[in-house]
């Protein structure tokens, strides 16, 4: 080929990040260069996992996402077996090195990415391309490939790359077309609660027995049955005490299957999915996440200390359980030293933030609605586990001003002092039957339990409560709004997200449709009879309904976003770990555990779909801080690939 160059373009492409298309030429149909980061999101070890995300993000937002995903799994969850391919060790703890997609890479400061780079536009009648990528070291790299093929190239991370190609022209002339790339890692730590780990929605639901298993009652003699966890091999009924060995061993084994157990952490849950939709709109940037939220974090016991765990690992994994997680600060503090002993210049973009709830004993509410007067309810009283909305309000006034400030004294040197790159998204009323509105109570979703049953009365405080001081408080204090919280009030305000309250106002734990699930509308009774009475039938057919419980579809859309008791128990059925030594159980058919089986996995905790809409709240808030533009067009529009083993998909639910 004669080196003649009859045309050259020189496109520069910043690295904002933006939507692609607004980096490209004016004249659409001439040649240019057009590149993409391959895998981007990179917790995901395989390119496959990501992109069965891009596929299912058409321009409507996470929730619709998650809707297709939902339908193409049949319910059952997509991370079901995503799980098993992070760069996370079997207790959540990220890890140092992460082979992906078959290169080993340093998960807080990648050395370099790969990069699909393709030719956009009209081509000439040509007989190949000669590409070049040159990142300044001196040694350009080229590549021999058909001009309609994807070339694919590992660039320097931080550093532009100057790419050139070279089309082959019939007369031995060439068409050169140049353009710079340079990839824009985003470095997003995920902190907070509960609500921020994605409690209630393990990666992959615990599997359901469709035969009972024995709980006793506190007080003696009386005795219940639900369905198990299936694959349990040990007793069943109450007449036999299990030993420890087996209550750890063989049940433990069969748990529900979270992104990390100690904290209850879930790939379902909102920071995640921000962090990942961020990955999918802008195909110009790498988005390396730091999930470090907890279920139970306080902002003194969690954020800024160390705190019990939630529960331990699956035993015969190379994860111990040392009963008890380090603080988020620390923990943070470590993975930001470690990332700039690899790029000096590493610093963090971005934090997404929830906390506050459990500071105020939210929990606490929780169980003072829903225990009826009784046994259960005297103990758990003298175990500290009951607040009133009293309490709530004391602390609410007294302590959680001060604390939020040490929280925002710990972020700001972590972010260059300046506290607008924290999006801190707020919590979503979960017990409204409309707005202004709370749920008529009772033991519809909460029969899970026999000492379980809602106070209407009560609960219409706590709505309240909840409404009209503690989301006011939390809001005024993240952005500096009280005049006393905040030295600086220009670098101390965060960014607040609430856009997805007034959702939530119609999707709360009382929510029913017309399309729910078949399972739900059969099986779980308004009456709050929803299981066999019968300790003789009750053992081998726990459910009235006669369906059997593995039908339950824990990530099937429904109309409520809120899970209830019932579904806590069918889709996680936790073992409780970080108990006071007073209330941890001493058998698997303990009366204790039977409580906390129903509410430790995430009662009164938003669902996937739930925490889809919170992440579509987020997103405008986070392309806002990190200077990145909203997507002009749907990413993708094809259909999505189908699961290995996957039933059949039941139709889109309609009007949802």
């Not at 943070?332 to 004993?361: K, P, S």
Request: aromatic share 6%.
């Amino acid at each position: 080929m004669r080196p003649v160059f009859v045309l050259a373009f020189l496109v520069l492409v910043a690295c904002c990040g933006g939507n692609p298309a607004r980096a490209e030429p004016s004249t659409a149909g001439a040649p240019h260069i057009e590149w993409e980061v391959k895998s981007r999101f990179r917790l995901f070890r395989s390119e496959a996992d990501f992109q069965r995300h891009v596929d299912a993000m058409r321009g409507d937002g996470v929730l619709a996402a998650e809707r297709r995903l939902a339908n193409d799994s049949d319910g059952r969850g997509w991370a079901r077996d995503i799980v098993e391919r992070l760069c996370v060790d079997r207790a959540g703890r990220l890890l140092e090195s992460c082979e992906r997609d078959g290169e080993r890479e340093i998960y807080v400061a990648p050395r370099d990415h790969r990069v699909g780079v393709t030719l956009g536009g009209t081509l000439p009648a040509n007989e190949g391309c000669v590409w070049s990528f040159d990142d300044g070291d001196g040694h350009p790299r080229q590549v021999n490939a058909a001009c309609d093929e994807e070339v694919k190239a590992r660039l320097i991370a931080s550093r532009p790359t100057v790419a050139s190609v070279d089309i082959a022209l019939p007369d031995g002339t060439a068409l050169r077309l140049v353009s710079e790339i340079v990839v824009r890692d985003l470095l997003i730590a995920g902190m907070g609660d509960s609500i921020a780990a994605g409690e209630g929605n393990p990666d992959r639901a615990v599997r359901l027995s469709d035969q009972g298993f024995c709980f006793k009652r506190f007080g003696g003699g009386d005795e219940y049955f639900r369905p198990g966890r299936a694959g349990f091999s040990g007793n069943k009924s109450c007449t036999t005490l299990v030993d420890d060995d087996s209550r750890a061993g063989d049940w433990a084994r069969h748990s529900a299957r979270w992104l990390s157990a100690p904290c209850h952490r879930s790939l379902y849950g909102y920071q995640m999915r921000t962090a990942l939709a961020l990955a999918i709109e802008n195909t110009h940037v790498a988005v390396t996440f730091l999930p470090l939220g907890c279920t139970c974090a306080t902002i003194n016991t969690g954020f800024l200390g160390s705190q019990r765990a939630r529960e331990c690992p699956n035993p015969g994994t190379s994860a111990p359980c040392s009963g008890t997680v380090r603080a988020q600060i620390a923990e943070l503090t470590e993975l930001l030293a470690a990332a700039r002993r690899q790029q000096a210049d590493r610093g963090l973009d971005l934090v997404l933030l929830t906390i506050g709830a459990n500071d105020i004993l939210f929990s606490g509410l929780v169980a003072d609605l829903m225990i009826e007067p009784g046994t259960e309810r005297s103990l758990l009283s003298q175990g500290g586990i009951i607040a009133s909305v009293e309490d709530a309000q004391t602390i609410l006034e007294r302590e959680l001003p001060g604390n939020f400030a040490r929280a925002r004294a710990a972020l700001k040197p972590l972010l260059g002092g300046n506290l607008s790159r924290v999006v801190y998204v707020s919590y979503g009323n979960p017990a409204l039957a409309g707005p202004d509105t709370p749920c008529p109570g009772g033991r519809d979703g909460f029969d899970v339990h026999p000492a379980f049953a809602v106070d209407g009365e009560r609960l219409r405080q706590a709505v309240d409560f909840i409404s009209h001081r503690f989301l006011p408080t939390i809001k005024a204090l993240a952005r500096c709004e009280d005049g006393k919280a905040c030295r600086n009030p220009s670098t101390d305000r965060m960014t607040f997200v609430e856009d997805h309250q007034p959702a939530f106002a119609a999707h709360g734990a009382c929510a029913r449709a017309a399309d729910d699930p078949e399972f739900d509308r059969e099986c779980f009774a308004r009456t709050g009879d929803s299981f066999e009475n019968s300790l003789t039938k009750g053992a081998t057919d726990p459910m009235a309904c006669g369906y059997a419980a593995s039908e339950f579809r824990p990530y099937a859309s429904r109309a409520r976003w809120i899970r209830t008791a019932n579904d806590s128990y069918f889709t996680a059925m936790t073992y409780p770990e970080g108990l006071p030594a007073v209330l941890q159980p001493s058998d698997i058919h303990d009366a204790t555990w039977g409580i906390f089986a129903a509410v430790y996995g995430g009662a009164i905790h938003p669902t996937a779909e739930g925490h889809a809409a919170m992440a579509d709240a987020a997103l405008p808030a986070a392309r806002e801080a990190l200077g990145l533009a909203a997507p002009a067009a749907p990413v993708r529009g094809e259909p999505l690939p189908a699961l290995p083993n996957a039933l059949a998909p039941p139709p889109p639910a309609p009007g949802r």
